[in-house]
C-alpha cells in the first residue's frame, strides 16, 4: 500500500500553535518550527516575516522565569531546550536569523542559561551561541575586562564539549586587537587552547585552530612566545593536524600556519612544509563542501606576494588544477570566486605563470566569468584579469585588447556593485595601455565614454580608477585620441577634478593631465583651454598638497607645459611666480628639499626645462630663479643620493654657466 502523506503545518499555523497554553502543543510547535527551518533559508525568511523570532525567544524567557519558580520542572527544561535550539537554527549561517535573535533581546538569556543545572539545557543552549558566534554580527567580547576575561577562562575550562568550543568561537569572532591578543595569552589562553588541540574531540580541535588563527594574526610577538619551549610543541601539533583524516580540520590547520608565516616569516622555512601546504591547499579543492569553497582563499593568503610559494605552486600544477575545476563548470559562487582570486595571486608576479596561463587559454574562461551573475565572481575576474595583464610582453602582443574582453569589462563599467566597478576600472587600466594601435575598439565600445562619465561618479574610487584608466589609455596615444578624450573630458570638469577632496582623486587628475600634454605641442594647449582653467588648478594644487604624489604628477604636468613654446614655459614661470606673490617660491623650494626622490626629480627637470639655453627668454628665467633662491638650492644638491636627480641637477647647473653664473 502506497505511504500517507504527512502535510506539515504551515509557518502560521505553527505561530499561532507557539501561543497555545497546553505544553505538549507549544512544545511540539517548537520541535516542528526548528526541523523545518534547519538548513532552509526560505523558510527562515518565511518565519522570520511572520514574527517568529520575537515569539520563540518570549517563550525562552518565559521558561527561565518559570525555572525560578518551579525549581526545574520537566516542562520548563523542554521549552528551554527546544526554544534555544529554533534560535540556534535561525541563527545557523543566515545573518538576518542572528540580527532577529539579536533584536528580540535572547541574547542575554541564553548567557544566563549557561549556569543552568540541566546538561541539556546548557548544551542547547551553546549551541545555539556557537551558531550565533559564527557571523560577525555577535556581540564582542572585551578582553581586557577582567570579567570578560573570567568569563572565558570559565567555558574553556568546561568540561562540556559545546560549552568550550563556544569560548574558542567567542575568541575567534570578538579578538581584533594586538592588546586582546597579548591579554589572552597572559591569560593562559593559548595554553589552554593547545591542549584541546592535542586532546580535545574533533569539534575543540577545530575551533581551537579557528581561534589560534585569530590571536596570531600580524602579531609576531604572541606568535614567538606560543612557539618557545613554555607550552611545549605547539607547532608540530598544529603541523600534524594539517595531516589530519578529517577535511575541515586539514584546512584550518593550514590556514593557522599560513597566520603564523604571514606574521612572522622566520617560522615555517622548510620547504618540505611550504610544498606540502600547497598540496593539502589543492587537494582540498576536490571537496565537495565548503572546505573546497574555502579552500583556494587559505591557498591565496598563503602565495600573495610570495614569488618562492607561486614558483612551488606552479611546479605543484596549480594553475592546470584550478582551470580544471573552472572548466568543469557547476562551481558553488565562493568556490568559484577563490579560484579566480587564486588565479590572480599565481599570475601577479611571474611570468612563467602568465605564460601558463595563456598557454591553457584560461583567459577565455575568466572571460566568461565577466558575465557571472554573482558580483563577487565577476570582481575576481577583473581582478585576475590585472594580474594576467601587468605582463608588457603580452600587452604588446595584443592578447587582451579584443572585443571577448573589452565589451564585457565596458559593461560591467554600469554595474550596480562599486567593488564591481573599482575591479573592472582596475583591469581595464593595465589593458588600455596596449602597446599595439588597436586602441580603437575601446572607444568603439563606448569605454573611453564611460570613463569619462565614471570620473563624475560619487563614490571617490570609482572617481580615481577612472582617471587611473584615462590616464593610462591616453599613454603615448596619438593626437586624434588625445584630443578625442580631452574633447569629452572638458577643461572645466579636469580642473574640478584637480581640486576633488579626495587625494587620490587629485593625484590622478594630474597625472592624466601630465600624460595629454606629453608629445606634440599643440597638445599643451590643453591646460590653457577656457582661459587657463587646467593650469590655474595645477598651481593652486600645488599650493597646498597634501601628499608628495600630488607634487609629482603635479610637476611634471608643467614640466612637460615648459617643454614646448616661449609662451608655455612664460606661463609656468608665472604660476611659479606671480600667482600668488612670494609665497609661490615655497613650494618650489620645498619640493626641492623634500625626502621623496621622485618630486626632487620632478622638479629639478621643470627647471631644466625653463632654462633651455636654446630658448631666447631662459636667461631672465634663470635670473628669476636665482633670485628666489632656487638655484643656490640646487647647487645644494649636486651629492643628490638619487642618481636621476643628480643627472638633472648637473643639467641645470651646465645650463646656468652658459649664461655666466659660477
Known amino acids: 500500500m502506497p505511504s500517507a502523506t504527512v502535510n506539515k503545518p504551515r509557518p502560521s499555523e505553527l505561530l499561532s500553535r507557539l501561543t497555545s497554553a497546553e505544553p505538549e502543543v507549544k512544545v511540539r510547535a517548537l520541535r516542528e518550527v526548528k526541523n523545518q527551518i534547519i538548513g532552509n533559508r526560505t523558510k527562515k525568511l518565511s518565519f522570520l516575516k511572520l514574527g517568529a523570532v520575537p515569539a520563540v525567544a518570549g517563550i525562552l524567557a518565559d521558561s527561565i522565569d518559570d525555572v525560578t519558580e518551579n525549581n526545574n520542572c520537566n516542562n520548563t527544561n523542554n521549552f528551554l531546550v527546544q526554544s534555544a535550539a529554533a534560535l540556534g537554527s535561525f541563527a545557523c549561517g543566515f545573518d538576518a536569523g542572528v540580527q532577529a535573535v539579536l533584536d528580540a533581546g535572547a541574547f542575554p538569556n541564553l548567557l544566563r542559561l549557561l549556569a543552568n543545572p540541566n546538561e541539556k539545557v546548557v548544551d542547547a543552549v551553546a549551541r545555539a ?17 577582567q570579567k570578560n576575561m573570567e568569563f572565558l577562562i570559565s567555558l574553556l575550562n568546561s568540561e562540556k564539549e559545546t ?3 563556544l569560548g574558542a568561537s567567542i575568541i575567534t569572532r570578538s579578538c581584533e586587537t594586538n592588546l586582546e591578543q597579548k591579554a589572552l595569552f597572559d591569560a593562559g589562553i593559548l595554553r589552554k587552547l593547545n591542549s584541546l588541540l592535542e586532546g580535545g574531540s574533533l569539534s575543540q580541535r577545530d575551533a581551537s585552530l579557528e581561534s589560534l588563527a585569530t590571536v596570531f594574526r600580524n602579531n609576531p610577538e604572541v606568535i614567538s612566545k606560543f612557539a618557545g619551549p613554555e607550552i611545549g610543541r605547539p607547532l608540530s601539533s598544529i603541523i600534524d593536524l594539517a595531516k589530519d583524516r578529517y577535511p575541515r580540520t ?20 622548510d620547504i618540505g612544509i611550504k610544498t606540502k601546504l600547497i598540496h593539502i591547499l589543492l587537494e582540498l579543492l576536490d571537496d565537495p563542501g565548503q572546505v573546497g569553497d574555502e579552500a583556494p582563499f587559505a591557498f591565496s593568503s598563503l602565495i600573495a606576494q610570495k614569488e618562492d610559494l607561486q614558483k612551488l605552486a606552479l611546479e605543484a600544477n596549480a594553475i592546470d588544477k584550478f582551470h580544471h575545476h573552472i572548466k568543469k563548470g557547476s562551481l558553488h559562487p565562493r ?10 595571486d599565481m599570475c601577479s608576479k611571474l611570468e612563467s605563470c602568465r605564460s601558463k596561463f595563456l598557454s591553457l587559454q584560461v583567459l577565455n574562461l575568466v572571460a566568461d566569468a565577466l558575465t557571472d551573475y554573482n558580483a563577487g565572481v565577476r570582481a575576481a575576474a577583473c581582478i585576475c584579469l590585472k594580474s594576467v595583464t601587468r605582463s608588457i610582453k603580452n600587452l604588446s602582443a595584443g592578447y587582451f585588447m579584443n572585443e571577448t574582453i573589452v565589451i564585457p569589462l565596458v559593461q560591467l563599467f554600469l554595474d550596480p556593485s562599486t567593488s564591481v566597478q573599482v575591479a573592472a576600472l582596475g583591469a581595464t587600466s593595465n589593458i588600455v595601455v596596449d602597446f599595439t594601435t588597436r586602441k580603437s575598439i575601446f572607444v568603439q565600445c563606448g569605454g573611453m565614454k564611460q570613463l569619462v562619465q565614471l570620473a563624475k561618479s560619487m563614490e571617490s574610487s570609482v572617481r580615481s580608477n577612472a582617471l587611473w584608466a584615462l590616464k593610462n589609455f591616453v599613454f603615448q596615444a596619438d593626437n586624434r585620441l588625445k584630443e578625442g578624450v580631452f574633447s569629452e573630458l572638458t577643461a572645466s570638469l579636469l580642473s574640478s577634478l584637480i581640486r576633488d577632496p579626495e587625494p587620490s582623486v587629485q593625484e590622478q587628475a594630474l597625472a592624466l593631465v601630465r600624460n595629454l600634454v606629453d608629445g606634440c605641442i599643440n597638445l599643451i594647449e590643453f591646460v590653457f583651454a577656457e582661459d587657463g582653467l587646467i593650469l590655474g588648478a595645477i598651481g593652486r594644487q600645488l599650493q597646498c598638497a597634501s601628499k608628495a604624489e600630488i607634487g609629482i604628477q603635479g610637476m611634471y604636468a608643467l614640466c612637460n607645459v615648459a617643454s614646448g613654446n616661449e609662451f608655455h614655459r612664460e606661463a609656468v614661470m608665472q604660476l611659479l611666480f606671480t600667482q600668488m606673490g612670494d609665497k609661490n617660491q615655497s613650494f618650489v623650494v620645498k619640493f626641492l628639499q623634500s625626502n621623496d626622490s621622485q618630486l626632487r626629480t620632478a622638479t629639478v627637470w621643470t627647471i631644466v626645462n625653463l632654462t633651455c639655453p636654446s630658448s631666447p627668454g631662459a636667461p631672465c628665467r634663470l635670473e628669476k630663479l636665482r633670485n628666489a633662491g632656487i638655484v643656490s638650492q640646487i647647487k645644494n644638491m649636486v651629492n643628490d643620493p638619487c642618481v636621476d636627480v643628480k643627472l638633472r641637477v648637473r643639467t641645470v647647473l651646465g645650463q646656468s654657466m652658459a649664461f655666466g653664473d659660477n
Do not use: T, W
Not at 568556490?335 to 590572480?344: F, M, P, Q, T
Open 163 to 165: 560549552v568550550s568550543g
Open 250 to 269: 586539514r584546512l584550518l590547520a593550514c590556514m593557522c600556519l599560513i597566520v603564523i608565516r604571514n606574521a612572522s616569516p622566520h617560522f615555517l622555512q
Open 335 to 344: 568556490r568559484y570566486e577563490g579560484i579566480l582570486l587564486a588565479l590572480a
Open 129 to 145: 551561541l556557537r551558531m550565533i558566534y559564527q557571523s560577525k554580527l555577535a556581540p564582542k567580547y572585551d578582553f581586557l575586562q
